[in-house]
């Protein structure tokens, strides 16, 4: 673990890795990211790359590879059907996580998608800690519905709590009974929650929750996508996993569940995805969806060079020298913003650092967005990409009116292995600049808004011309061409 003590400093998060190739940035000056600002439509998803300068949208297909990871591709073997890379991958996956049968597919949402072709119809229910938005979307397409279980305290903004992605064990046990245990689809343990924060899931929750669904006979599915951030958070917060290798927790929860899936554009620091099982009956009754919906069940839609490069990012993220990365790196910024005043999800999490948009942009009514109007000012600021998570990223109820969300978050993702923190400093200093001025943000409306997943594609212009004022005040504090 990279607890590097420092002779003259205090401790800092250490990279325990060097670069060795580079990608240019470019910091479009202030007026130049108003103008790309109205061209995305006020939609951070539809902004360019190149007119980004901390490109902190998501951790997902972006981190990092490694030399090793890298070389590894070479020996990838293209095949349609029965590709060595598909027999290497799934060994390295069994020797992880125990489990011998693994479907391919090309990243985590197509894999929500097999999982709810097979076990979700019109009725069914879906109990979870939180939803994700695409597990929810494929949930919710096919008739069933989702019940959010986490406990209270994992949606209190400011905290202390070690594990706020815990599921409260009274009210899964009331749900189970109220739905009826025929009629939950399966329990699905997200470990860590992305939409509350990056919050991670003890053990002994996931013991406790797997248990109760043993009692009832439910199927239990383990959404490992932010799995490695998770892990670090037992191994450092969990009293009794303190002495366990980080293999060894893993598979101690892999043993928990029937079936464990993940988005290896996150677990694995590559691009695809993969269902796991242990039952040879279960795998053998979702195995023809992949054919029809991902690929050959050698490769499901992946590359085998990423394949090849995964196995190793598999090796990668058993180790705690890497996985530390992304949290140190969290932590560090959301201490330094929480010390500057600004309101921030704590403790930090895994995947990125959490502003609380519903406290600092509370004179932004939710309809209109405070979350995505706040990421949007990122950008005009600083030049700086986030995410939206909150009532934008929700779907309207079927009345037509806001499903307004319980938590508005802006998510500043921390892609492991990819910014410095000198890189980081830049951030925080920047965003502490839009704290203080944010009553100069207002709120953002749609002009074209699609049905379902709006926040990927839909269009927005700001109520007023407030972008126009945030973006003078932040050239009369550093220039022109900042
Ligand atoms: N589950 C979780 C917990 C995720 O965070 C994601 C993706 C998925 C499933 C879907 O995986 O993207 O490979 O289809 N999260 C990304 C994000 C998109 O930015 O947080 P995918």
Sequence with gaps: MPAIKFYKHEPIPMEMHKVKIVQQLNLLPADERLKKMYDAGFNTFQL????????????SGVNAMSDLMQSATLRAD?????????????????????????????????????????????????IMNYHFTTTKAHITRLGGHVEELVKDEGLVSKSTLPFKGNIDLEKLEA???????????????????????????????????TDIAKKYGILTVM??????????FIKIREESMKEKSIREITRMIADLFDIVYFSARKFGFARGGAILLRDEELYHSMEDLIPMFEGFLTYGGMSVKEMEAMIVGFDES?????????PQFID???????????????PGGGLGAHLDAMDICSHIPQEEYPAGALVCALYLC????????GTLSEERNPDGSERLSSMELVRLAFPRRVFTLSQTEYVIDRVKWVYDHRELIGGIHFVHEPKTLRFFTGLLEPTSDWPEKLVAAYKAEFGEDQ
């Design 332 to 346: 560090y910024c959301v201490k330094q913003l929480d010390a500057y005043g600004v309101p921030m999800i704590t």
């Design 318 to 326: 058993m180790e705690m020298d890497v996985i530390s990365q992304g």
């Design 48 to 59: 360019h790359n190149g007119d980004i300068f901390m490109d902190m949208l998501t951790d």
């Design 223 to 232: 959404d490992a996508s932010l799995l490695q951030d998770n892990l670090y």
């Design 78 to 126: 293209d095949a349609y059907a029965g590709s060595e890379t598909f027999y290497r991958m799934q060994a390295k996956l069994e020797e992880i996580f125990g489990m011998k049968y693994c479907l391919p597919a090309h990243q985590g949402r197509a894999c929500e998608n097999i999982l709810a072709t097979r076990f979700v119809e019109e009725g069914k229910c879906v």
């Design 175 to 209: 749900c189970i009974q109220k739905e009826t245990p025929e009629n939950v689809a399966f329990i699905r343990v997200e470990a860590g929650t992305n939409l509350i924060g990056g919050q991670p899931i003890s053990y002994e929750n996931m013991k406790a929750v």
């Design 382 to 389: 600083g030049g700086i990409r986030g995410m939206e998570r």
